[in-house]
């Protein structure tokens, strides 16, 4: 029965192309964008004082038993495919996608737009948006309220597309630098992760945006995400891979959360009672709805409604009118679970299309000046020095020669071509950056790809300064999207698993063969040398980091990439991002890692509490950026404590002669634990800037309740009676820490 609905879902989906293909070419056929609006006036002037509970419960009564389901679909196959290779493959476009419209009850819809690092879906009208560095780098700012500003010009150009509904930001944990998606989240540990996540979701949900956290959860595999089953115990489920989402949900708030395609323990995600019902809304108190991903997001809708999932988006068609009314007329569920799962998303997706506005939402707010300015600074603040032996910044002369070299140079790469990208109006290359620079200067910027690496060679004989760009592009790294006729093969996901496509899991953390030897070639006949990287985690430099005498990470950087890169190379502009993961020294001591697996274990070691806990070699460690100017961070004290929190004071001084920023980052020690526990864990951190010479005292905090450990026999978290250590420095690195040490007894 099942292989005949397959089939016959397949043959729609070749039909509708084929007609969407015809309509577009013969009859220029533009989808029209739903005007969020216009529903909104059928229930007066002030909605924000619709009781919205009330409205939900009696729409849900009034509703059709087809009503209620098309609530929990994000559009049939013969709307939504028509749409999507009409729009994306003729417009290069990503069409607006509506879920839940009912226009005889005058419900509006909620408007699909993805949105990690700019507007992902477009109005017919609007050809751009402003475009971010990617998550990772953001990350590597350790500037919360700068990722809330980003996420806030994110969802007012999402509103000014007439979109309402956000599946960002992306909070999967970074367990191996070789994860495909690295880009998109916030790095390897869970503290940082949740910091930004929560920042994230309140600027999105700011402009009565729907904010959508994903992948829930155990996501941190991308070729094999379909068919994965991941094992893991309790500790490192709730400690690890679950406090990040739990702390987004219960400070950020959410509207919605995105479960993930991959088994947990035995049983897809998506329809996983333990994780959607057990432990998002039973233990969290999560009162928002949960949607899958795209495409396999569920295999069986009976056992998704029984696990809780309010909304399956296309085009599995699991949550068909067929399946479910055989369901409950079979008693396997109830028609009251429908009708709660619909009340559920509908009183939810209500309050934000009937919250206040405050500012009008349309076209004048794209690209706006300031917001193209964030996108530079967010650029700028991302930024990791990660090596720096009195190169940088480079000095300014008279009349000098720059080489700009590296098939990345000059390449418009802003990062995955996936669910993450987005259309910039332009890309300022490294290259285009740095020749910005020193527009209308007697300097000379060259640019060279380094195809001909002899060629390349003799022209860095006689330059001033080179900058070598290398790393990766959206063809290496990023979501793995199979080729489109494999995307159409079959509905079985298993399928689709290491066929032919672009992007996916890295199978090696080694520059190309290419990029090693323009680095190494180049050293050999000029000293004054720097390269850049440019890519979405954590590379193996061992081969020639002791070659160059410094390295820069500039990520995928955004539309103003090439302009950030120029200010901080020559100090413009005072590097300040650190690390948000460990680089380690030899790639067999990160965890267990296989793209094309079928079942893993997911470890409770990873990132800097795996090398610190079994000492293994880093060789750079997490939180680790150098700047221009040098800090004294000093006199770490206690200066008040209770049965909630603990509070720190610590002086930090700019002994320099240039303003900089800094990253205070307090651990907590587990050294004296009597269960197996980390050495230590980020548990604050704070940005700030000083001038030169300056002296400020700093507060971290660090409650009570984030000392704890799950304890797997009992079912609680529980902080251990013991002598805690506490350390303030600016990266995780021992030999760079001031410690502390606390009894709570005396507390």
């Not at 928002?288 to 495409?295: A, I, L, N, P, Y």
């Amino acid at each position: 029965m099942r292989i005949l609905r397959y089939l016959k879902i397949l043959f729609v989906f070749f039909f509708i192309l084929t007609i969407s293909i015809i309509s577009v070419v013969l009859f220029n056929l533009d989808y029209d964008m739903y005007d969020l609006e216009a529903d909104r006036k059928y229930y007066g002037n002030n909605l924000w004082e619709i009781d919205t509970d009330s409205l939900s419960r009696e729409l849900v009564s009034l509703m059709t038993f087809e009503e209620k389901i098309d609530q929990m679909y994000g559009e049939k196959l013969y709307k939504s495919v028509p749409k999507f290779f009409g729009s994306y493959i003729f417009k290069e476009k990503f069409p607006h996608i509506y879920v839940g419209r009912n226009d005889r009850l005058n419900i509006p819809p909620w408007v699909l737009s993805d949105g990690p690092r700019g507007a992902r879906v477009l109005d017919k009208n609007i050809s751009a948006v402003t475009t971010f560095p990617v998550a990772m780098a953001r990350a590597a700012s350790w500037n919360t309220s700068l990722e809330y500003q980003v996420h806030d010009v994110i969802s007012k150009e999402m509103r000014a597309n007439k979109t309402n509904y956000a599946a960002t930001p992306c909070i999967n944990l970074l367990r191996h630098p070789g994860w495909g998606r690295a880009q998109e989240t916030y790095g390897e540990d869970p503290w940082l992760l949740g910091e930004f996540g929560v920042a994230a979701v309140k600027g999105i949900e700011k402009n009565n945006v729907m904010a959508c956290p994903k992948h829930f959860a155990l996501n941190s595999i991308e070729n094999s995400r379909w068919v994965i089953d991941v094992s893991i115990d309790e500790r490192a489920l709730r400690e690890v891979y679950l406090p990040h989402f739990k702390k987004v949900i219960q400070k950020g708030k959410p509207a919605s959360i995105m479960s993930a395609y991959n088994k947990v323990r035995g049983t897809y995600s998506g329809s996983n009672r333990e994780l959607l019902t057990d432990i998002l809304r039973n233990d969290w108190g999560f009162d928002g709805f949960v949607s899958t991903d795209w495409m396999y997001g569920i295999y069986d809708g009976i056992e998704a409604i029984n696990a809780g999932l309010n909304v399956e988006m296309p085009w599995q068609d699991e949550y068909s009118y067929d399946i479910i009314e055989e369901g409950i007329n079979e008693g396997i569920i109830k028609i009251e679970q429908i009708d709660n799962l619909v009340y559920n998303s509908l009183r939810t997706r209500l309050k934000y299309a009937f919250s206040y506005d405050s500012i009008e939402y349309n076209q004048k707010l794209i690209l706006k000046s300031d917001h193209i300015e964030l996108a530079r600074i967010a650029a700028e603040e991302s930024m990791v020095l990660i090596k720096n032996e009195k190169i940088l910044p480079f000095e300014i002369m008279d009349k000098m020669r720059v080489g700009v070299f590296g098939n990345l140079a000059d390449l418009n790469n802003t990062g995955d071509m996936g669910s993450s990208n987005s259309s910039s109006p332009y890309v300022i290359t490294p290259y285009q950056g740095i020749k910005n620079y020193f527009k209308n200067t007697d300097t000379e910027v060259i640019y060279d790809d380094g195809n001909n690496l002899e060629q390349t060679v003799k022209i860095a004989e006689n330059l001033d300064q080179i900058i070598i760009v290398v790393g990766y592009t959206f063809k290496d790294e990023g979501e793995y999207i199979m080729s489109r006729g494999q995307m159409l093969k079959s509905a079985e996901a298993k399928e689709l698993v290491g066929v032919e496509g672009i992007g996916g899991d890295r199978e090696n953390l080694e520059l190309s063969i290419k990029d090693y030897e323009l680095i190494t070639e180049i050293s050999k006949v000029n000293d004054n040398v720097v390269v850049v990287y440019v890519g979405g985690s954590a590379i193996n430099m061992n081969k020639w980091v002791d070659k160059i005498p410094a390295i820069l990470f500039s990520w995928y950087s955004g539309m103003e990439g090439g302009n950030a890169l120029a200010k901080i190379l020559y100090g413009d502009v005072n590097p300040s991002g650190k690390l948000p993961f460990t680089i380690a020294k030899n790639d067999k001591d990160y965890p267990y890692f296989n793209p094309f697996t079928d079942t893993i274990t997911y470890e409770y070691y990873h990132g800097y509490t795996l090398f610190e806990k079994y000492n293994k070699e880093i060789a750079y460690h997490f939180g680790h950026g150098l700047s221009y100017s040098n800090f004294l961070i000093d006199n770490f004290r206690i200066i008040d404590s209770n049965t909630e929190k603990i509070v720190f004071s610590t002086d930090i001084k700019n002994n320099s002669k240039i303003k900089g920023k800094e990253v205070l980052q307090l651990y907590v020690g587990f050294e004296n634990s009597k269960i197996n526990r980390p050495l230590k864990l980020l548990r604050d951190f704070k940005k700030l800037e000083l001038e030169p010479g300056e002296k400020k005292t700093v507060f971290l905090s660090v409650d009570i309740k984030d000392l704890s450990y799950y304890n797997d026999e009992m079912n609680r978290w529980e902080v251990e009676d013991i002598n805690h250590n506490f350390y303030v420095g600016n990266s995780s690195d021992d030999k760079k820490l001031i410690k502390i040490e606390k009894d709570l007894k005396s507390i």
